[in-house]
């Protein structure tokens, strides 16, 4: 095996290592209400990683990332950059635990979930990061921000590049927003395009 067949193997080890210790996580008080904790899925060398605010009912159900109407559309717009959960991306959420009637996480829920998180980016090590909404926006770099005013704009965050977007159900919610958000998604191939693999294939632009 070559070195990057190695380090490639050892990193997906790891990365199942750390999902066998999240699935036993009780830090916060989310534990005691979920059904299923979703630790996130997709490729695991992915260079892309998207993260959303946590579980939804049916992601709590499942155990699994964006898999109910929001998911179909985070879909939609995947397949349209030419992106796919097998290939191009990994999804994960600020906290693993669906809070309870869907509201947002509480910032001591965030807080308590981000070490994992972290680790997952560290593991993952992705080049592009695509924050869906205010709560993954807040969580990751910083509480003040406003995603109305700073979606489509880049981030430099440790040594990755950051894209927040509006999130699937914001979109679902509000049709009008939809343009934005494939501003956002089009600078995102492009940037995949200049930073990853220049022959990425999509379908609009
Ligand atoms: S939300 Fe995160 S910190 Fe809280 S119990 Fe679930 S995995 Fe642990």
Redesign the pocket.
């Known amino acids: 095996m070559t070195d990057k067949t190695t380090d490639m193997a050892q990193r997906e080890k790891e990365l199942k290592e750390l999902e066998a210790e ?1 699935l036993q ?4 008080a ?2 005691e209400t ?1 059904n299923q ?1 979703v630790f996130g899925e997709g490729d695991p060398h992915a260079e892309i990683l998207f993260i959303g605010e946590g579980p939804g009912y049916y992601e709590d159900q499942q155990g699994h990332p964006f898999v109910g109407k929001s998911g179909q559309l985070l879909d939609r717009i995947l397949e349209v950059c030419g992106f796919s959960r097998q290939q191009h991306i990994f999804i994960g959420n600020i ?3 669906r809070p309870p009637d869907n509201r947002a996480p509480t910032p001591e ?1 965030r807080a ?2 981000l070490p ?1 998180l972290y680790k997952q980016i560290d593991l993952i090590d992705p080049k592009i990061i695509i924050l869906l909404g205010a709560t993954a926006l807040n969580g990751l770099i910083d509480p003040k921000l406003r995603i109305t005013k700073i979606r489509g704009q880049w981030i430099a965050w440790q040594g990755r590049l950051v894209m927040p977007t509006y999130h699937p159900a914001a979109l679902l919610r509000n049709p009008g927003m939809k343009k934005d958000a494939w501003e956002d998604f089009q600078q995102v191939v492009a940037k995949f395009r200049e930073i990853v693999d220049p022959d990425h294939h999509s379908d609009f632009c």
């Open positions: 999240v996580c009780r830090k916060c989310l534990a979920r904790l906290v693993k635990c829920e308590a979930c994992w």
